[in-house]
Every structure is written in structure tokens, then in C-alpha cells.
């Protein structure tokens, strides 16, 4: 049977840990089933074009990893579990024909399995939401009901492929309270910001390009990139953002074709780049031709008032480098999924383009209401009252943690966002706590998937925002406590 | 400056015509510019490693198609418009470095360029759409109040990545009534129907696969397998379905990796697949293992009841070949976009996978509102009104078409669906009279994009579901005179 490996001869990195990583994601997130049967070193090596001490290599690396063993006389398999029930849905589900079936998929991302599985008892600080207490939810029933009187049709109606303009033009409206100041010629409406990303990189990138990142990053991000093949240069933070003098050294021997990131209360870090970072930035990509997609889905969960936030990258933008993706799930309606990307020129119309081979436009009828949405005066208040809440909130799980984790431990404060990223000591595994953490009840999101490369296995992210006043407190200190013991269980 | 052209040495056409398709394309839809000044053939050659005189006729074919043009000493440009205005906005658009980023776009859809500027006044023969007198909008608003009060926290909620349980539970009840017989875990929630498509061929289409469709065929499936790069070969039909006898001898020598098929009122023949063409065709595709791909839009648009129609080729489906595509948009709620896509074991895995990495899910709000909206017992005395509605209306277009157009102009009546494809002379070119359609006041859609290569351009296809009762006769009666006009024109 074949599998399909994809080999970039480009990348720095030795040709048998390519082959190793991408069997070892595929083995990981389920897309190679345990018991089932892998080529031989003869055939992969044929196959992939290299050679055979590579591929012998390769899957040694496996065996170490315990990803794969070998059979005498029957070859070389992905390590079956315990169970037998696995092995025999694995055989029931599918004949050997299916699996024969090449895709084009790297990795269905490890965590995604892990988030579908899990039991609603577990207190979530994991997945990045607000608790519905927080959300404006009597204003956007208002406009809903307001919206199935004053736009009936609009049920009836396909949008336009950019978007509905009396949407494009509230859009632009509320983006001037941001001192962004644009066309609705510029703005294309999605489907929330991970389709934003996701346009960015079918349009954009391809097999040999390369995509800088800071890391940790946010792994949808780090999927989407992924499954265009593009090379991912994961580029390090310090408390100002993205390091620019490591992006010029590297643009020194590669052209780098994007940069992506998340300026503003950067997820996981929670970092803001400063406005000096982000000129910077920009003239970098200027001098270097080089796209920025700047991703901003916190600015709106700015909780502290003495805190002025920099301009965005895009307000800042006079080339037309910059793709800006604003999402709304995160502050207004998370059931919603809408979201908006701003771009120029060429670049919007092939962003553009994409979109609309992608789904023929988002829904209409959801832009109507929310045209009525953002209309309502008491948004604005709603925001402000949505601001103080945060503020409390954050001030108790300051406290807390401040007070209950072993020095140990580091975390930072932060003046807006959802997120805190939170530092163990070097060998602990935040992946291998993760079994523990939800027979105590917690569950959090391990460090590793927002790394393009694996690292960053000591932290962990967790979301304060998405539990209620009640359960909060209780999942925290569920969590001071067990990552305590997980400090001292190492130090003995 | 670079332009992306992808050229497939597996493909058959000579290497000269598909870099004079994927230029014109670009022309076309407007991602290259007027005026843009285009790579010199040493250049070119260069770049696409071809030989000069491959890029010398290639040119030489665009510039027969008045596509390009020479000018001497200073080199090969896009032909410009007359108006200095789109000169201008070309030059003031965008400096020189944004048309130097590549991207991996074959096409940006020229149809779907049309579509966006058609002004109001025109009516509109062309887009797929139902006239909201024709949907169950009353019962949609019902739901949509309910699904307020019973679901609140469906607003601050996302959905699993495959979709709310509940919904799901819903459509297996639905689609029993088709006689499919699934589980949950075999459904995928889309954003429609497109979006189903675009993911199948994410997921198992790229470069050196073949796609099989039938042709004519649905555009923004031809749109979608483009983006991919796989070879798309067009497969003919015949009154019964698609021609198996030419699929089977393709197959002698080349290995095709999945079928494209709308068996059931085919877009936009209007074709019914036979239950006998249909066991042959899963048959054929097990023999050789490959996937089909079975879009399904129009099965409850059968408004003529002596007609049973067969069954889906999932239902007969007992080796998990096909993945089945559902959408609601025709029918129920285009302004909603939502649909299901029906996989399983492996296939179904990696279809979620990508899925999930695209958009992290459908709106879980959306999805709630319907679950309300399908448990309605009015639903059904709904879609039976629809069905006496389409079945008037299409009398009176059968009857028209009859009484009025020119016996040199072919079309068919159906039993169901929403479209006629009209067959003009041979001479005759729909694309060449769309100007003309829109000074008398009306648009349809030119066969030309439902063929992968370029062919066909003596077709047109008419939606009669889109327009009011009042405006639907004036529409039809402009078209009559406006295609007898043609065919007279070309006799004399």
C-alpha cells in the first residue's frame, strides 16, 4: 500500500526526519490505525526516491519513538494497543481499499481529536471562548428578531461572493473606531478567521515557499500552512513580538514568502507587539517583498484602561502588504462564524477568487442581522460592561495563581486577551499530564501543538474565560494543585 | 516578474495549448491586467524549463485569440482596454511588487465576474436559485424565533468539528426518507454543497490524479478541482447518465482517481442517471477502486409525480465508496448555507480532518434553527406545495418554449430539478451573445463554463425557478424572440 509522503528536498532538515515526523503525525492523529501494516524499506525507499539506509533510519526512529514495531518474518506495523476492540474497529471500519487511498492531509492536528472526546464534565480550560454570561446575547436576539422583519429575503438570497455592501458598510464603520480606515472595495467577508487563514494560504502558499511564524503560535494557524505543504520557519518573541533581527538574517539565505502573526495579545503568549516592533516589521517586508497576514481576534478584550493599544499593523499598512483578518467569535457571537478579511489591490482579488471557489460566499442572512447587530447603541455599552467583567475576572485568577503556584511555575500578567501562557520546568511534559489532569477534572491545552516543530513541551495554555463565575474558581484551584504536584514529583 | 503557470507533463494537450488556457484564463478573469507587460519568451522558456518555441506559439495562439499584444522593441503586453480609465486603474491599483507575488490560482471563475456586476434591472435567467415566493420562509421565521428561546447558548457555542449531534440526528431522519440508511457518524456538516465538493478535492485530488466528470458539468465543481491541479477529463453523457463504456476504456490506460456526478436532474442537462447506469457505474468504481463523488441538490425539486425517481447511489453504496454531498440551498434556505456531506470509515476521517482545518466547524446557531425547522410537520405540506407550484410553473415555461422558439434550437423538458439547457446551432456562440442578452434585458448562463476545456459554446443554461410568476413570462418571451433573432441572423 502507498502512503503519501510529501519530501521537501528544499528544507534543511535530514531527509529521514521528514519521513519520521510526517509518519509519526499521521500515526498520532489517527490517519494510520494501529495494527495496520506499513510498506517496506524497500518499497518506501522506491517510492519516495532515496535511499534505503534512509528509510532503515527513518523507521528506527519510529521504533524509539514506540510509534512502530517490527514483526519477524511479517513486517514492519503501527504499534497496535492494548485492546483488542481498536483492532477490530480497525478491521470492521474499512477494507484494505480504502486505506489505499492517497490524500494530501500531513496531519489531522492531534488536539482536534482530543478536543471532539471530551466529557462535558471536565471544567474546560482549554478551548478559547467566552462564557455566554459575557456575551451580548438579549442584543443579538434583538437584531435577530428585527432582522426576520426588515430583511425577509435576505433568507432567499445568495450573497455576494465579497460580501452584502450594507454589511461591508457597517464593517467599515466599526473598523474607523480602530483608526482603520478603508473601502468596502478592500474587505471580504468569511466564515470566521481560521477560513481566513486558510484563503491566505491556498492562495498564496505552496510547496518551496516559506511562511515565518512567531512561536508559540496559534495551531490552527500552524494546520492551515501545513496542509499547503508550505515550509513553516518558526521565528522566536521576546516581549516586544516577533524577533526582526532573526527574520533578517534569515532572509540573508531564504525568501521568506509571508509572515504571519497575531500582534495584538498574541495567542498563546499574550505578548503585545510594540509600535516601534511593528514599523519595523513593516519596512522589513517592504524591502523584502514579503506579505504580512496579521491575524486580530483580542483587541476588543483590551480589560485594562490605562493600557493604549498600538495602532494595527494594517492602519500603519501604506503598501498594501498587509492582509488583515478581524474574527468576531471571539468577543460577540462564536455561533455565528463570521468574520472579515481586509486586503489590496491584486491581493484582494485573488484572496477573493479563492473565496469564492471555496463556499460561493458566506451566508446573507446572517450578515442582515448583523448589520442590525452593530447598528444597536448598546453595543458600545455592552463592550465597556463586557471590559469590567473581564477586568474582575482576571484580577481573581491573578490572585489566585500568584498566590497557590509553586515559584516554579512561570506565567505573566496580561492586560487583555483570554489566555495565559503558563511555563513548567524543563522536563516536564505538559502532553503526559494530560490523562492525569482530566481524572482530576481539568482539562488545558498542551504547549506542543503551538509549535510548528516539536518543542515547548513544558507549557501549557490555559483560558480563563470560558467557565462560569462558579466554575472557575473551582477548575483553578484543581489546577494549582496538580500542577504543583507535577513540580514536585520531579524535584524528588 | 513570475507568472504561476502549472504546467503537467501527464497531460495530453500539447504544452503550448495549456499555457495559452491557463493565460487566457487569467486574462479572462481579470488577474492579469490590461496593459500588464508579460515575461519575455526567453524568460518564460526559462522559467517553465520549455523550449522557446513552445512560449513563441503559445503567444502567437493568444494573440490570434486578441488576448495580447506586441509592441515592438518594448515587449508583449495583456491587451489594453480602449477606456484610459481601467489603464489607469491598473497602473494606480498596485505598484509593480504586488503582481510579483505568485499564486496558485489556474482561475479566477469568469462567470462568477459576470455574476457580480449584473445590474438589477436584468432579469436574471442564469443564477441557480428559487424565487422566495416558491420557499417555506414563514416556516423558517417560525423556527428561527423558537430556536432563540429554546437555544440561547447556541449563539456563544461552537460546534464539534463534524457538526451538533442534534442536527445530526435530524438529517439521518431525513434522508431515511430518501432510502439512506446512515449513522452520525458518517455525516459531515458543510457550508453547502460547494464547500462539500472543495473539500473532497482538498483532500484526495492534486497533481497526476484524474478527476472524471461528467460534462457539461456543474462550474464551481470544475472551479474547485482546477484550484487543485489534477487533470480533469471530461466524460460525455448520454440519456441515461454518464457513458461507462468510455469510462471503462479510459481507464485501460489511465488511472483515475475519482467520478464527479450529479445522477439525479444533472446541472444542468437535467439528466436522469438510470438505476441500471448507476450499479454499473459503482461497480466500475469498485472494480478499480475509485472514489464518487455523488452531488445530489435537486431530488426533492421532482415536481412531476408519475416519476419515481432511483434511488442515490449512496443507498446503494455497500462498499463506502461514495461520498454523498447534500445541500439545502435550492430548496430551503439559500441564505443560510448549510449542508451535510456522507462518508465513511477512512474517507470520512480525513474529509473531517480537512474540514476542521478550514473553518473549525459550521455555525453551531444555524445548525440548532434547523433542528426545529425539520422536526416542523408543516415541513412536508410545504415541499408538496412546492412541488404543485414548479409543476404549474413549468408548464407554462414547457408550453412557451414549445409555442415560440425556433424548431433549430433544442432543448428538453424534465421531470424535476430547475434548469433547461438549450442547444443553439452549432455556430452559434452563447458567450458572443451575453452583450446583447443584457441590452434586452436579460441573463443566462453560457455553456462554455460547464466544460473543463473549451467546448460547448452553442449551449446556454436557464434557471425558470429564480424569477416572480410576473416576471418569469416577459423574461422567457425576450429570451424566445432574442435566440429566434440569432438563429436567423447566422441562416441569412
Redesign the interface.
Known amino acids: 500500500m502507498r502512503i503519501m509522503i510529501y519530501i521537501n528536498r528544499n528544507d534543511n532538515s535530514a531527509l529521514k526526519e521528514q519521513i519520521r515526523q510526517v509518519m509519526a503525525q499521521k500515526i498520532r492523529?489517527?490517519?494510520l490505525?494501529p495494527g495496520q501494516q506499513l510498506p517496506s524499506v524497500r518499497v518506501l525507499a522506491n517510492q519516495l526516491r532515496v535511499s534505503l539506509v534512509t528509510v532503515v533510519e527513518a523507521y528506527n526512529l519510529l521504533k524509539q519513538d514506540g510509534l512502530i514495531e517490527s514483526c519477524h518474518g511479517k513486517g514492519t506495523f503501527v504499534t497496535s494497543f492494548e485492546s483488542t476492540k481498536s483492532r477490530e474497529e480497525a478491521i470492521l471500519?474499512?477494507?484494505n481499499?480504502?486505506?489505499?487511498?492517497?490524500?494530501?492531509?500531513p496531519?489531522?492536528?492531534f488536539w482536534?481529536h482530543n478536543y471532539?472526546s471530551l466529557p462535558p464534565e471536565i471544567l474546560d480550560l482549554g478551548?478559547a471562548?467566552?462564557?455566554?454570561s459575557l456575551?451580548p446575547?438579549s442584543l443579538?436576539?434583538t437584531a435577530?428578531?428585527k432582522g426576520?422583519q426588515e430583511y425577509?429575503?435576505?433568507?432567499?438570497?445568495?450573497?455576494?461572493?465579497?460580501g452584502d455592501s450594507q454589511f461591508l458598510g457597517i464593517i467599515v464603520d466599526y473598523l474607523k473606531g480602530q483608526d482603520l480606515l478603508l473601502n468596502i472595495q478592500q474587505i471580504i467577508v468569511t466564515?470566521?478567521t481560521?477560513?481566513g487563514i486558510?484563503l491566505f494560504a491556498?492562495?498564496?502558499?505552496?510547496p518551496g515557499d516559506v511562511v515565518a511564524m512567531e512561536t508559540p503560535v496559534f495551531s490552527?494557524a500552524i494546520?492551515?500552512f501545513r496542509?499547503t505543504k508550505t515550509i513553516i520557519q518558526p521565528i522566536p518573541l521576546d516581549r516586544e513580538g516577533i524577533r526582526i533581527d532573526i527574520l533578517e538574517e534569515l532572509s540573508t539565505y531564504m525568501k521568506i514568502?509571508a509572515i504571519y502573526t497575531i500582534p495584538t495579545y498574541q495567542n498563546p503568549t499574550g505578548i503585545i507587539m510594540s509600535l516601534k516592533r511593528r514599523r519595523q516589521l513593516l519596512e522589513f517586508a517592504k524591502q523584502n517583498?514579503i506579505?504580512i497576514l496579521e491575524d486580530d481576534p483580542c483587541r476588543e478584550l483590551n480589560f485594562c484602561e490605562k493600557t493604549k493599544l498600538p495602532p494595527t499593523i494594517k492602519a500603519i499598512d501604506t503598501?498594501?502588504l498587509v492582509v488583515y483578518l478581524k474574527g468576531f467569535?471571539k468577543f460577540l457571537?462564536?455561533?455565528?462564524?463570521l468574520g472579515i478579511l481586509v486586503a489590496?489591490?491584486?491581493?484582494y482579488?485573488?484572496l477573493?477568487?479563492?473565496k469564492?471557489?471555496?463556499?460561493?460566499?458566506?451566508?446573507?442572512?446572517?450578515q442582515k442581522i448583523l448589520v442590525d447587530f452593530f447598528k444597536q447603541p448598546q453595543l458600545k455599552r455592552h463592550l465597556q460592561k463586557m471590559s469590567r467583567n473581564m477586568e474582575e475576572r482576571s484580577q481573581m485568577v491573578f490572585e489566585k495563581l500568584n498566590a497557590k503556584l509553586n515559584p516554579l511555575i512561570y506565567w505573566q500578567r496580561t492586560s487583555g486577551g483570554m489566555f495565559l501562557w503558563i511555563t513548567l520546568p524543563p522536563s516536564i511534559s505538559a502532553d503526559n499530564l494530560i490523562p492525569e489532569a482530566h481524572s482530576r477534572g481539568i482539562h488545558f491545552l498542551p504547549g506542543s501543538i503551538f509549535y510548528p516543530r516539536e518543542l515547548g513541551f513544558n507549557h501549557l495554555r490555559i483560558c480563563w474565560t470560558n467557565l462560569s463565575d462558579t466554575d472557575l474558581p473551582i477548575a483553578l484551584d484543581i489546577l494549582c494543585d496538580f500542577l504543583n504536584d507535577a513540580v514536585l514529583k520531579v524535584n524528588f
Chains 1, 2 share one sequence.
Open positions: 492523529s489517527g490517519l490505525l471500519n474499512h477494507s481499499w480504502q486505506l489505499a487511498i492517497e490524500d494530501y492531509l496531519q489531522a492536528s482536534h471532539i478551548s471562548s467566552m462564557h455566554h456575551l446575547l443579538l436576539s435577530i428578531q426576520l425577509p429575503k435576505s433568507l432567499s438570497s445568495y450573497s455576494p461572493f465579497s466564515n470566521g481560521q477560513q486558510d491556498r492562495t498564496f502558499l505552496g490552527g494546520d492551515a496542509l514568502k517583498g506579505l503598501y498594501g467569535s457571537f462564536p455561533g455565528m462564524r489590496d489591490g491584486t491581493i482579488n485573488r477573493l477568487a479563492t469564492s471557489i471555496t463556499d460561493l460566499g458566506s451566508s446573507l442572512w446572517l
